[in-house]
Structures are given as C-alpha cells and as structure tokens.
C-alpha cells in the first residue's frame, strides 16, 4: 500500500471517528468508495507480495517480541515492499483497556479527561512532567526535583498522551499527581482526603535475596530464620498503616506492586547479610522456595490494597484461560494467614514507555512496577464511567470488587495464590455497570447481628457470579517472625446462596494455604476480605442470597460491596428495525432489542402479516401502503413489560404533501440515494446562499467533471400519491453554464414499481429544454450567492396528475455532463389535491376489563386531517386526537365507537357498533394481617385474604411491584412495604385490594457489658457499676426481670443478682452478655473487750471476736502495740502522757472484706505512788460516789492550812480550793463538775494526800 | 476527693504538655503569622526511616504540610550532624503549591537518648521558606519516637 493509500486510509479512520460525532451523507458515501478502491488495490499487491514474499523465503506477517507487530503494507514507487509497525497498545489490549476508549468496541469513550485530583502515584523518586507524553497533565505536587526513569515510566503507562503511539498510557487524557515516596502515608492522608481515588505503588520492601551492585546481600533475620525472610507473606506495621488509611479513606484505592522477589536466589558464591556481615555456610534459599509461593513482602499482603502481579502481554486480548503466561519473576502468595494474593494480574512484561532522560526518551521496562499502572491508571477509567452513570464514585472496596468479579480465568480454576483472581478486564468492569439486564451493584452496610437476602432468579443460561468486598479495619500485627497464622481479618462477613427449589447451599471460594497449589475449592471462607461464589452452570430458577457475619462485627456495622451478574431482571421491551420505510409487498425485518432476557415475548403487527409473532427477529410483510403501529409485550417471572410504537413502519411511501430542504435536521434527508455509475465527481451538499430554509442544497458540480456524458443520479425516498389527485413536483434549482461549454442536462423521471423501472417525466440543458440557467454564464466555479442567482424562473412544476393515487412513487434527478458549470437542487415538493376520506380505525384490545386502557389508531384512507372520535359510555367521551389512548370503561357492557375525519377533500364517518367487550372486575378482595404488621429483621409475619367470590386466581404485590410465585390468598412476608394482592376472575379481570403496610426495624447493635469489677464479686456495702456499650435505649435487667427507670448507659447497684440490658430500636431489642454479680457478706467483728481506765504506762490487753481466717487491723491512739498485731487480740501499753486515747480495730476476713470498724474509748490516769498511799490513809472522803457536796477529813494532819486540787481523768485541774482545816470535815461543792472519774489531791502543811473518787 | 482532683491536675498538665511538644511556627516581617495548626493526632507528626533517612511530615488543620526529608539516621545515631541534607518542605496538596526551605543549621538540633528504634527524639531548630512569594521564618519543635526502619526498592 502505498503513502497515499495510508494517508487515505488514516483519513477513514478519523473520518470513522468524526462518524461518531457529525458527518455527512456525502463524506459517507466517499469515503466507503475510496475504502472499496483501495481495498482492490491492496489486494492486488497482497497477492503480488505473496508470490515475492514465498520467493525470497520472508514473512509479511511478524511480531517482536516486544509486542509490536510488524506487517506488509504495500509497495513503493520504485516497487519495494513497505511495512507497517502496528501500534504496540499491548499492555492496553491485554487487559481489554483499549476497549473503553473512544472508537472501542465497548462503545464508551473513556480517557481519564477530567478526573482531576483522582489519580495519584507514589515512587523513589520525581516524575519527568515536562516529558511530551504528558501535556502539562502530570505535576509533581511533592516539588521534589531528583527525576528517576522508574517513576516517569510508571507515570506513562498510567497516562501517557500516546504523543509516541507505543507508549499511549491507559487513562491518556488524565491528570496526574505525582509524589516521591518520602512521608508516602502522610501525603496519601492528605491526597484521599483532598478526593484522589486511585494511586500507584510500584514499590516494596527490600526482602530477600537482593543484588546491590555486585554484592549478593540477604535482608532476612537469621535470628528467625536461616532459610527464608520472616517478612515474606508478613503482615507489618506498614500492612496495618495502609488498611487504616484506607479504611479512613473508603473511595480510595491503593494499587500496590506484588514484588519480583520470585525465584531470587544469589549468583556466584560470596554474599553477604544486610548488616554487612558476610555469609557463610549454607545460604538461604531462594525468594518462594522451591515452589515459588510465599514471596509477597510485607505491605503487598495488605487487605484493603490491590496488589498487582505480572504476566506477559496478550496482545490481542484475552480469549482463553492458556491466553495469561506468568512472568518469570511476579510474586505469588499466600499470605501468613492465608489470604489470596496477589488480587489480580495485569500486562508487566517489556512494557514500553517514557523515561526521564529526555522530553522525547523512552524506554522497555519489565516488573510488576509496570503491571500495577497498568491497573491502576485502567481502573481510573472504571470509577470514570461508574461517574459517567450514576453520577457519583464508587467506594474502594466495589471498584476492587468489580475488578476482580470481572476478572478474565487465569491460572487454576477460580482464585489461587499465583494469578489471584485473574486477568483485569476493563472493558468488562465498564459493561457490567452499564448492563441493565442482569447485573448489579450493591453498596450497603450490615449491621451487628443482621443478615440481607436478596432474591435471585436464573435462566438456567447464564452463569452466576456474586461477589462481596469489603474494607476491613486493620489488623493488630504480630511480633516478628516466620510464617505467623494468626488471622488478620477483623469482620468476617459470609455469603451464602441457597437454591429454592431444593435448599441447595452454595458456598465461596476458598484455598488451602497450606497446599498452595491445589485447585480452589468451596467452603467457609474466614480470611479473606473477598468472598466470590460462582455457578458455571446454573440451574434455572430462584435462589436466596443471604450475607451475614461471625461474631461481633466490631464497630457494630461493616459496609461492604455487593456484585452480582448472571441473574435475570425485569424485562423492559424494546423494538428495532433495519428499514422500516418500504414498498408495498415488502418485508421489514424486526428485531427484539429488550434487556433483561425475556422468556416470553408477543410480537403485534396491525395491518402486517403476520399480524402477530412471537420469535426474537420476524419478518413481516406489508401489503397495503401506510403507517403503522407496532408492539411487543416481553415477560420474565420477574415481570413484564410492553412498548407500543405507533406510525413505526411506513409502507408505500412518504404521504403528500412531501417537501425535502435538505438541511441537516430534515427527516428523509438520509433516504436520499445518489448513484455514481462512473466511480467519480457526483451529487453533494453543499452550502448556498439565497435560498430558504436554511443554506444547504444539493449540487451536481459539473465544473469539476471529467469527460463528457457522465450520469449522476439523485434518487427520492419512497413515496406515495395515495389519496391524491393532481399531483405536482416542484423544486428550487440554480445552475448557469461555462462559456464555451453547451449546457449540461438535468433530467427528470418516475419509478411507480420503488425503483425498478423509470419513466423520464422531462428533461432540460442540451438534451432537453435548452437554457434553463438562472444565473450569467462564468467561467469561474458557480455557487449561486444570492436569491436572484436561483431567479424566478428557479422554480419548475411538473404535472404528475399521471400518477395520482399510486404508491411506492420514486423521483429521479439524472445530471447530464458537459463539463459546463454546476447545478443546485432545493425544496423538492410534491403536492396534491387530497381524496375525501374513508373514515376507519382500530383499537388495541376489544375485550377489555373494567378500567382497562384501551388505545385507538385511526386507519382512515386518503389522509384526514382532523378527527372527531366518539366514545360512549367511556371515561373520555369525545377526543379529536389522531389516535387517542387511555380510553376505559367502567361499567361492563358493550360499547359503540364512532369516528368522524375530514380533510380537504371532504369527510366521512364510521361507526362501530358492539365494538368493545368490557368485562366486569372481580370485587375488591380484602386483606388482612394474621401476624405482627411491625417485626424485626429475620422474623416474618403472615397476611392474606379471605376473598373466594368468582376468583380464579390471585398475585400479591409489595409496592406495586409483582412478587414473584406468590399466587396464594396467603403470603408469609419478611420485608417491609406495602403489600397488596390482586383478585383475577376467570376472564383474567383483575383488583387490588388495599395495601398494608409492613415495618421491618433492623436489630440494634448488640450490646456489651462492662462492669468496674474485674471478677464479678463484691463486697456487701460496696457499690457495682455496669456500662452499656449503648449509649441510648438501654433497659436493665436483674435476675430476668425488669428493673423499673433503669434506662441509663451505666447501672450502679449494691446488690447480687444476675444483670444483663437490652438495647431498642423500635420494638426489636438485643440482649447482651449476662453478668453474675455475687456479693461477699462483711465480718460481723465483736466490741472491743478490755480495760478502758488505765494509768499512763500501764499494759493492757484487748480483743475481739471475728470470723476465722480474718486479719484484723488494729489502730492505737496515745499508746503503743506490744503484741498481737494482726491478730484479734492485742496488747498495748499506754504512753506517759495524758492525752486522748482509744484502740480502735477493723477486720478484714478471707474474702476480702471488711467488717464495721469498732472502738473503745480509754481513760488516763496518772499512777498514784506507796507514800501517797500512806498519806491517802490519813484522809477520808465521803460519799463516794458524791453527787453534790464532797466531804474531807483528814486524819493525820495537825496542819491548819490545806490546799484542795481536783483533777479530772485527762489529768487537767477542775477545782482548787485553799481553807484552814479546823478538825471539822471539809466541804467541796462539786455540783459544778461533771460526772466521772476524779483524783482529789489534799496538801496540808508538808503532807499530801491523793484519792480517787466518782462523781455522780 | 482531694487526691483524685490531684491525679486529674496532673493529667491534664500531662495533655497540654504533650501538645505543647509539637509547635510550628511560620513568621513574615511583613505579613505576620502564617496559619499552621498541627493537626492533634497521636501519629502528627509522623515519622519514618526509609532507606537510612529520617523524615517527618507535619500535617496541618489549615491544609498545608510541613516536612523535614533526609536527615540521615546513622549519623543521628553517632550524634554526628545530620542535618546537612535535611530538605525542608511545605506543601499543599489542595491547592498544588509547594515551597522549599532551608534549615539554619547552628540553630537546629536533635536530641534523642540513645537514637535507636523506639527511641524519643526532639527535632527542634528555625529556618527560612519562601511561600506564595513571602519569606517566612520558620521555628519548630516537635517530638516523636523513631519507629523500624525500612529498606525499600522499587518494583
């Protein structure tokens, strides 16, 4: 092919392209000729190019193994054969993202433009944003200056302009951000934050065997292991940091490389540890062992991240599972705790793109550095399109889920720990979200507790595939070491699909980590964040898909994504035809477009024949000229659906009057035909002047013909002259000549047969009537430029009165060349006097229920119009609508129908007697509840209807919408709304019956218990406090039974009992953990026996009587324990000095608790010394004890003077008295003093006397 | 009573202690005080080592970050100056503007026990930035604890 041919064809292509936006017929219509002119060429030099091709013994036909094929083109002038380079998108074919593009097979135009501060990467170093694949798109937000090729690579295969076709990125019109990886965390915070959706990471711990220069170096921890890094399959630090961002985050996706360490091993002998150390012995081994698996370092095993593998590029996309080769070096897992990983594969194999050299630098790389932009600047396309339908972004956690529930087979069958779920397929995550007809994407959020079902219904066809993602909180990382399989998946949410018909359970996938190659199998899935249950082969019929959870959902909810595909839905009819204009006697071929794979389907053709049809695609054949109507009524048992399209096919022609102005928005311009028998310069639009409407006309440029006598047709749509007499085509034109050139022709004919055979109706120029230009001849390439240049005399009228009343008309517009100048056709009408009518209808249906719509057509002859219906006995008694609909009657009976027309021409009427059956509806059925209209979530309830008079049959309804098989007067319901059942009679009639609204109040969170106890055992007098984890609508109970006005977060109690709340939402509850409260009695400690009198520094001993096994606390004021501390007994001896004093003692017994603390008071008193005592015999006092007066004698004493002290217990001075002592006994007044213990001190002369005394 | 009033007294001198630890301050002779809040996060600000450096990220509640890349930790550890290839940095990922600074090196200091993993380190030191086309002085203390370093490569 040569230059020409391809700037031609390239032509084609962006003509194709502009095909989608704009075009014109006439571009069309050339470039299909050009396209046909060198396909001839082209395969004339194919076949020469062979012959040379098998003489010199080379290929035509070649690919490198960087992908780029290489392939016979042509020949050049000087005849050597030329080659094309084909574009090499194959990272973009491989994973089927070339799809999505504009001009893709998928039909969306998907380029990343516009998604401004979605797409982010992270790498080691800065990206090259001036590099000419960017355009200004990618900016360094970081501001970091050190370019690395690495990361201006990643960044082009991410977004790449395609300025270099090889290199063309996935989402090539995106904007990126792009950051070195220092303070990654910190600046993904940030990003998610600021709305980005998706970012790249094609990098990783150094793990393993590493070649550092020339060193062989191991970075594994001999302390753990000598054989393999501990940090392989690890869950780290870094791990639980990405799933909190996030989980934080829950539109953000982080797209992570699985690392190349497969398969490292050191080359040579000399290595050494990551300290420096050098090695010895035996090495380790090589990166996954043996079998390759394990070799995914630590943040790649993170849950909520995408953690991309390599395989080799397919480059026309996949078509079979043996179509994905494995690189020689991606990571495989398990995780230590069994998780799959990596999640899918993408192209990472000699992938081509920019590096950081150069503005115009590029480079092959390989890693599954290049598989995850692969993925990740795809997936933004993804999340484009969700936007593009739903007008909003997916969460994380369904762009993942949808990525790997459409992942292509690869690998075993189902997920496994080399391929994870399989091939992306971008093209296929796109059409899932726009499939109407079986797909669905759920987000939702299950509560602690709770459980969804959702019905499903197969067509036995179709395989199934349910998906369910979910991001968790992140785990709690275990203490460094080899292998660990404590599981970090926090909330592990099930999915379950239960087959009706036979309670049939169908499970997820799962594998075996400890067999890590083995085929996946089914089962309880209780690692992964992922669960997919797929059917190949399905049975037809209903299933129950249920998602629930073990334990506690921490947090109390779990938001999760739900993805299925594969089910029926509800059918929604749609109509398509390939040519619904044709002549009388043809056929048009309908197609049955609807989604959602109706069952059952019922084709009506009024007028066609068939008249009616129930197959995908018929053919039905018109007879008679006319418009008419067509419907379908598609069903599953999901429901049904109808469309009724009316004047859909048109038969025998355009009806008069006709007018064509060949501006861009007129109906019938695209029903034109030009015909170019000699392959050249032919009719064409072209813009003018002068003429109305608009400024488009047809041009016949005979300026520009070569050789004369060249003939170019312009051909009408069909038309029809029914009803019709003194028909006249009229039509603008322009056309001048070349002077020095006879005129060119313009001819015109009429076909009656649609085009088979014409009559000429005239002719003018040189073969027929001479001159009939409308402008001053001009050597100069005419365009008229004003009115006056289509003149007066621009207007020709040609009687076809010949022709009236005919159908299936065609008017041919033949140019004549003689290379003179150019000629203009306009506002081509046809017109005519119209007949009187012949009045006529039909209806949709004639038998009808009560109520039911009924549509009318009007089939009148000879084109009405105006329209006088009449409608007895109907909701609507009169319309002058054309064809009027919602006509319904509400008492049964038989109902006449007239209709009135007129036209130019005249009128006429018709009247159908006993045209419409109304049959009468069944009464209003009741309904009724027989259980609980409110329930919780899991219980169900019951309700029916009694009605029996004249039905046949019934068919419940919750919100209007039919429930599938419910066709019993009683319904067991589970899900709230408003519920309603239809009576049907034996003649198919059909009413509702009131709706009773359903409520169905999900179960609150489970609540827990806590209490300030930490075994549940208290001491008597001590206070419990009990805390809800609610903080609203606690109830508390004891010992089963309500305990009236608890309703607080906390419960403080000084009672044993057994304790549990109850949480409300609405009138459901949940009941939390039981707590045993158990109260200890306290000690019942005695009084303190012993002397409460004592001297300063006297000993006593004191005691109690307590429980055995006890200790007892003893606390002595003013004296000080000599034994029996501890114990129940004790002694103590008393200070020297007077002060207050007591023994108090609290006992503690075995169990902890402490008794009543008891105390005893003690007196002090000074010791009173032997001469005292000899001195005390020489007085006397009396009474003792005294109550008023105290009398002294003293015996011995000659002295006269006597000084009295009274002291009190404490030792203080009370009374002093000083008298002369004349042998008569003394008087103290002590009614002053109150009562108690007294020493009386007596000092007469030398002598001193001391005694005790009482006063009362 | 008294001795619980006692132990929250404590606590909460304990709260505004720890917050007082991480100040940031951005100053223009001309325009005064730039808004730079830290955000009040246990992991604000954060800290790595990667391949041998110390880098800290200090997020604020206006929106911009301030970072400090590149000190390099085996001299941190042998109380060598390591501040000779700190990058300073303030950026706003919202409004893509960023802005590098230097560090007044006599100024700015490290402290830290022993310097090891899980170690307590002090960052404290003063600088010059330009941001939307004004010199600010800048004066920083923050405190962290130096988590495991990681070696990381790309893929």
Not at chain 1, 135 to 151: E, I, K, N
Not at chain 1, 432 to 448: K, P, Q, V
Request: charged share 15%; proline share 4%.
């Amino acid at each position: 092919m040569n230059k020409l041919s391809l700037t031609f064809l390239f032509l084609l292509s962006a003509g194709a392209l502009m095909a989608q936006q704009t075009y014109s017929q006439e571009q069309l219509i050339e470039n299909r000729k050009m396209e046909e002119a060198f396909q001839k060429n082209f395969e004339s030099q194919r076949s020469r190019a062979e012959a040379i091709a098998k003489e010199k013994g080379v290929s035509l036909r070649k690919e490198l193994t960087n992908g780029t094929i290489i392939e016979f083109a042509g020949f050049d002038e000087r005849g050597n054969m030329l080659f094309d380079k084909t574009y090499n998108a194959g990272a973009g074919r491989t994973i089927s993202t070339n799809k999505v593009w504009p001009g893709g097979t998928v039909g969306t135009s998907l380029t990343g433009a516009g998604m401004n501060n979605r797409l982010g990467v992270w790498d080691g170093g800065a990206v090259r944003t001036s590099h000419q694949e960017f355009q200004s798109r990618a900016v360094q937000v970081d501001g970091s200056t050190a370019l690395s090729d690495h990361a201006t690579h990643v960044a082009g295969t991410m977004v790449a302009g395609g300025v270099t076709a090889n290199a063309k990125g996935m989402s090539y019109e995106a904007p990126l951000r792009a950051y070195d990886w220092n303070n990654d965390d910190a600046e993904m915070t940030s990003a998610a934050g600021a709305g980005m959706l998706i970012s790249n990471h094609s990098y990783g711990t150094i793990t393993g065997w590493d070649q550092q220069g020339s060193a062989w170096v191991w970075f594994g921890d001999p302390s753990i292991s000598n054989t393999e890094d501990w940090k392989f399959g690890f869950y780290d630090n870094q791990s639980r940091d990405w799933d909190q961002i996030a989980f934080n985050n829950p539109n953000y996706l982080i797209c992570k490389a699985a690392g190349n360490d497969r398969g490292d091993f050191l080359s040579g002998s000399s290595w050494e540890y990551s300290d420096g150390t050098p090695g010895s012995g035996t090495p380790p081994g090589l990166d996954g062992g043996s079998a390759g698996f394990d070799c995914i370092p630590t943040y790649g095993n993170a849950k909520n991240v995408l953690t991309v593998g390599a395989v080799n590029k397919i480059n026309n996309g996949w078509t079979q599972v043996s179509d994905v080769v494995m690189s020689s070096f991606s990571g495989w897992g398990p995780t230590d705790d069994g998780r799959i990983k990596p999640d899918v594969v993408a192209a990472g194999v000699s992938i081509y793109s920019c590096i950081s050299t150069s503005n115009t630098a590029y480079d092959t790389y390989q890693g599954t550095s290049m598989a995850t932009p692969n993925g990740s600047g795809s997936l933004l396309l993804v999340q484009q399109h969700y936007n593009n339908v739903k007008k909003t972004f997916m969460r994380s956690a369904t762009l993942k889920g949808l990525a790997i529930h459409t992942a292509d087979e690869a690998g075993n069958a189902g997920p496994d720990y080399k391929f994870g779920w399989g091939l992306l397929n971008t093209a296929k995550a796109v059409q899932l979200i726009s499939d109407s007809s079986g797909s669905l994407i759920l987000e939702r959020t299950l509560n602690s507790g709770s459980t969804f079902s959702q019905g499903i219904t197969s067509d036995g066809v179709k395989p199934l595939r349910i998906t369910i993602s979910w991001t968790d909180r992140p785990g709690t990382p275990v203490a460094a070491s080899l292998d660990p399989t404590n599981r970090m998946l926090i909330n592990d949410l099930d999915i379950r699909l239960t087959r009706t018909s036979d309670n049939t359970i169908f499970q997820p996938y799962i594998l075996n980590p400890a067999s890590p190659n083995s085929v996946a199998t089914t089962g309880d899935n209780i690692r992964d964040n992922v669960e997919q249950i797929y059917l190949a082969a399905p049975q037809a019929g209903s299933y129950l898909l249920t998602v629930s959870h073990k334990n506690t959902l921490t947090g109390g909810s779990q938001a999760y994504s739900l993805i299925i595909s594969g089910q029926i839905a509800q059918p929604k009819a749609i109509i398509s035809a390939a040519n619904r204009e044709i002549c009388t006697g043809q056929s048009v071929s309908f197609t049955d477009a609807s989604a959602g794979s109706p069952s059952l389907r019922r084709w009506y053709f009024p007028g066609g024949t068939p008249s009616t049809a129930t197959t995908a695609n018929p053919s039905i054949s018109y007879s008679q000229p006319g418009k008419y109507p067509v419907a379908l009524f598609v069903s599953n048992n999901l429901g049904s659906d109808s469309v009724y399209q009316f004047a859909y096919v048109t038969v025998g022609g355009q009806n008069l009057p006709f007018t064509e102005t060949f501006e861009a928005n007129s109906p019938t311009l695209s029903s034109w035909v030009v015909q170019n028998p000699n392959n050249d310069t032919t009719w064409r639009f072209a813009n003018v002047t002068g003429t109305s409407p608009g400024n488009q006309a047809y041009c016949l440029p005979f300026f520009n013909m070569a050789g004369v006598g060249r003939l170019d047709q312009l051909t009408s749509p069909i038309l029809s002259f029914r009803g019709h007499t003194n028909v006249r085509l009229t039509f603008n034109y322009a056309y001048t000549t070349d002077p020095g050139f006879p005129s060119d022709s313009l001819r015109i004919f009429i076909s009656t047969n649609c085009g088979l055979n014409f009559t000429r109706l005239a002719s003018f120029g040189a073969t027929g009537t001479n001159n009939f230009s409308t402008a001053p001849a001009t050597a100069n390439f005419f365009s008229p430029a004003n009115a006056s240049e289509w003149g007066d005399t621009g207007r020709i009228v040609i009687n076809l009165s010949a022709y009236s009343n005919l159908n299936n008309i065609r008017i041919r517009f033949e140019g004549y060349n003689n290379q003179s100048n150019n000629l203009y056709l306009d506002n081509i009408t046809l017109y005519g006097t119209p007949a009187k009518p012949t009045a006529n209808f039909f209806a949709s249906k004639r038998t009808v229920c009560v109520n039911e719509n009924i549509q009318f057509y009007d089939s009148t002859q000879n084109f009405p119009t105006s329209w006088q219906w009449t409608f007895t006995g109907a909701n609507i008694s009169s319309s002058n609508a054309s064809s009027p609909g919602s006509i319904s009657y509400a008492v049964p009976g038989i109902y006449a129908v007239k209709l009135r027309v007129s036209n130019a021409g005249g009128s006429d009427s018709i009247t159908k007697t006993a045209y419409i059956n109304v049959l009468p509806n069944p009464n209003k059925p009741n309904i009724r509840n027989v259980g609980p209209l409110q329930i919780c979530k899991g219980d169900s309830s019951m309700i029916l209807t009694d009605s029996t008079n004249n039905i046949a049959s019934f068919q419940w309804y919750r919100d209007n919408q039919l429930i599938a098989g419910a066709v019993n007067p009683t319904l067991f319901i589970k899900d709230s709304g408003n519920y309603t059942v239809r009576a049907i009679n034996s003649s198919g009639c059909g009413t509702f019956s009131d709706a009773l609204l359903m409520s169905v109040f999900s179960l609150p969170p489970t609540p827990v218990i806590t209490s300030n106890l930490s075994n549940d055992v208290f001491c008597q007098g001590g206070t419990v406090i009990l805390t809800s984890s609610s903080n609203t609508s606690n109830q508390w109970y004891k010992n089963n039974s309500v305990i009236a006005g608890e309703t607080n977060k906390t419960l403080s109690t000084q009672d044993s009992g057994l304790y549990f709340v109850r949480v409300f939402n609405g009138i459901c509850s949940s009941k939390s953990n039981e707590r045993n409260i158990r109260m200890n009695p306290k000690p019942p400690t005695s009084i303190i026996t012993g002397e409460d009198s004592v001297t300063v520094g006297a000993t006593h001993s004191y005691a109690v009587t307590g429980l055995t096994g006890s200790s007892f606390n003893w606390i002595i004021a003013n004296g000080i324990a000599q034994s029996g501390l501890g114990t129940s007994n004790i002694s103590v001896k008393w200070n020297s000095t007077i002060n207050a004093a007591s023994v108090k003692v609290q006992e503690t017994s075995a169990n902890g608790c402490k008794g009543d603390q008891q105390t005893l008071n003690i007196t002090m008193f000074w010791p009173v010394g032997i001469a005292d005592m000899n001195h005390i015999a020489k007085a006397v006092i009396f009474p003792n004890p005294v109550d008023a007066s105290l009398f002294v004698t003293l015996t011995n004493s000659t002295a006269k003077h006597t000084k009295i002290n009274i002291r009190n217990a404490a030792g203080a001075q009370v009374l002093e008295k000083e008298t002369e002592y004349n042998g008569k006994p003394l008087e103290i007044d002590m009614s002053g003093l109150s009562s108690g213990l007294y020493l009386i001190e007596i000092t007469s002369g030398n002598e001193l006397y001391r005694q005790k005394f009482i006063k009362e | 009573m008294r001795l619980i009033l006692s132990v929250l007294f404590f606590l909460h001198t304990s709260i505004i202690w720890a917050q007082s630890q991480n100040t940031i301050t951005f100053i223009s002779a001309g325009k005064g005080k730039l808004a730079f809040t830290p955000i009040n996060n246990p992991n604000n600000p954060s800290l790595e080592v990667v391949n041998g450096k110390l880098n800290l990220a200090c997020q604020s509640k206006e929106g911009p970050m301030f970072q400090l890349n590149g000190i390099d930790i085996k001299k941190l550890k042998d109380r060598k100056a390591a501040l000779n290839t700190a990058e300073v940095k303030w950026i706003n990922i919202h409004k893509n503007e960023v802005s590098t600074g230097l560090l007044n090196k006599v100024k700015t200091s490290i402290v830290c026990k022993s310097c090891l993993q899980d170690d307590t380190i002090i960052l404290s030191g003063e600088g010059n930035i330009f941001i939307k086309k004004t010199r600010y002085t800048f004066k920083f203390r923050f405190m962290g604890v130096i988590p495991p370093a990681q070696l990381i490569k790309t893929n």
